[in-house]
């Protein structure tokens, strides 16, 4: 008896070593996140600034790092202004790797903001602004819906397969990873508020309506291609450019706090990253 309880002994204080010197196992670590995209995921002259690389305009406040935090996520941030999707798999400035090159098997989550540079949709929302009432200048929505074509729109949606390639690509860099597509915001609300935001009214609402299509394409290819889309529309409601400078999640033409024009402030990329993260923490529980 004194024998068998002797090794039953053993055993247990043998199991309890095994289990106090095991290794700590991949659930313990914290999750490897790696956010791409342009600027609206970079949130440029946001502060704090990231010196890493001065040239992408990076702030250590946009939303990725938001979500990370949130996460308790090891973040790889190299989102960066002016991105392209071209800027995915080459190098965009002297010094700055092909964002692709953070992803590694090892990659628990990827988020991405992508197109807005590829359709020039700045570009575009810059050449509707209208100092002066009508008739004195030109409508946008007029001048890029001449002839039956939405020049944006078909812009846009020749776009859609580079974004397939994309996400083909990240998923072969990041096999395991859960990849998290963010869409646009809300810039304008329905009919805009000229002249306090210098866009006519159907300007705006042709503004409004690209952005819209344009994360309506991001939602279809990221369903298509298996990752996860979150809005950011639903949750700008009555805090778009319109709104009053303390609401604003997203900065008009003239900014008011430190942002670029047409760009994510702080108090929008924190509720951006929120909803990232809330939507990591869905798509993981249980």
């Known amino acids: 008896m004194k024998t068998t309880r002797r090794v039953a002994l053993a055993i247990v204080l043998s199991a309890g070593a095994v289990l106090a010197t095991a290794p700590v196992t991949a659930a313990d670590e914290p999750l490897r996140y790696v956010a791409l995209g342009d600027s609206f995921a970079a949130a ?3 502060p704090p600034f990231d010196p890493a690389h001065p040239a992408c305009l990076r702030s250590l406040a946009g939303y990725p790092h938001i979500a990370a935090k949130a996460l308790d996520a090891e973040l790889t941030d190299v ?3 002016a991105a392209t999707v ?3 798999s080459t190098t965009q400035h002297p010094g700055t790797a092909p964002q692709f090159d953070a992803l590694t098997p090892d990659t628990d989550i990827v988020s991405i903001t992508i197109g807005g540079n590829d359709a020039n949709l700045f570009s575009e929302a810059l050449a509707c602004v209208n100092i002066l009432p009508p008739p004195h200048g030109t409508s946008c929505a007029e001048e890029n819906t001449a002839g039956d074509t939405d020049k944006v729109r078909a812009r846009i949606d020749a776009w859609a397969p580079a974004l397939t390639a994309a996400l083909d690509e990240i998923a ?3 096999p395991h990873a859960k990849v998290f597509v963010v869409g646009y915001g809300n810039y304008l609300r ?3 508020c000229y002249p306090a935001q210098p866009f006519w009214k159907q300007d705006a609402n042709y503004i409004q ?3 819209n299509h344009l994360s309506a394409v991001l939602k279809q290819v990221a369903e298509e291609r298996g990752a996860r889309f979150v809005d950011t529309y639903a ?6 450019i319109c709104t009053a400078p303390a609401d604003r999640y997203i900065e008009g033409i003239v900014p008011t706090r430190a942002a670029a024009p047409l760009h994510p402030n702080a108090l929008g990329a924190r ?14 529980a249980g």
């Open 44 to 46: 440029p002259l946001v």
């Open 79 to 81: 989102s960066c202004s």
């Open 86 to 88: 071209d800027h995915l």
């Open 172 to 174: 072969r860099r990041a």
């Open 190 to 192: 329905t009919d805009g």
């Open 209 to 211: 309506g690209a952005v």
């Open 235 to 240: 949750l700008g409601t009555g805090h778009d």
């Open 271 to 284: 509720a951006i990253g929120d909803a990232l993260s809330a939507a990591v923490r869905a798509t993981t």
